[in-house]
T-cell receptor
């Protein structure tokens, strides 16, 4: 069965622009969570969605937002991009009532 | 919040050698997973192991939940084992659900 799919794989954006990343979970998985990975801060939790509701949020500014659709696909949006937003963004999905997370290949965002 | 510490931060091995990676966590956890990050950035599940011992080929893992640590064993290492190994935990408190907390990783390099 298909794994977690993230699009696009690579993005280059200019400071001040906004960006939308997409994540399609494994079929049947209703929880989707997002992480940011940078060399300095490592892997940090952004937010988690379940049944179209944000259940948990990490310590990131309001420029980072997300949503989940009825088919469990999720998007995250970053507005007013800063150079420090350059990172690998990973999403993970899991089945209800389990804690086994499967990750996608990530979107590598470069802000210039 | 929960702190996750991994050791060693870096490890260089000759092909065929064995190694042990350690993960310490500061509080009771609902979930513990070991991941291998491939060169393209994807986090590959190795083990879901909140307690006990599991084996998968040359890899095995043990988590002693009461003492708050987990060990990942790699035997007869191969060059393809190179990469970064992450330990990640999920707290037992309700509002920490859906949120994996990652260690800083162990970067393994296996030389031929």
């Amino acid at each position: 069965k298909a794994g977690v799919t993230q699009t696009p794989r690579y993005l280059i954006k200019t400071r001040g622009q906004q960006v939308t990343l997409s994540c399609s979970p494994i079929s049947g998985h209703r929880s989707v969570s997002w992480y940011q990975q940078t060399p300095g801060q490592g892997l940090q939790f952004l937010f988690e969605y379940f049944s179209e509701t944000q259940r948990n949020k990490g310590n990131f500014p309001g420029r980072f937002s997300g949503r989940q659709f009825s088919n469990s696909r999720s998007e995250m949006n970053v507005s007013t991009l800063e150079l420090g937003d350059s990172a690998l963004y990973l999403c993970a999905s899991s089945l209800p009532k389990t804690s086994l997370y499967t990750f996608g290949s990530g979107t590598r965002l470069t802000v210039v | 919040g929960i702190q996750v510490e991994q050791s060693p931060p870096d490890l260089i091995l000759q092909e065929g050698a064995n190694s042990t990676l350690r993960c310490n966590f500061s509080d009771s956890v609902n979930n513990l997973q070991w991941f291998h990050q491939n060169p393209w950035g994807q986090l590959i599940n190795l083990f879901y192991i909140p307690s006990g011992t599991k084996q998968n080929g040359r890899l095995s893992a043990t988590t002693v939940a009461t003492e708050r640590y987990s060990l990942l064993y790699i035997s007869s290492s191969q060059t393809t084992d190179s990469g970064v190994y992450f330990c990640a935990v999920e707290g037992m408190i309700y509002n920490q659900g859906g949120k994996l907390i990652f260690g800083q990783g162990t970067e393994l390099s296996v030389k031929p």
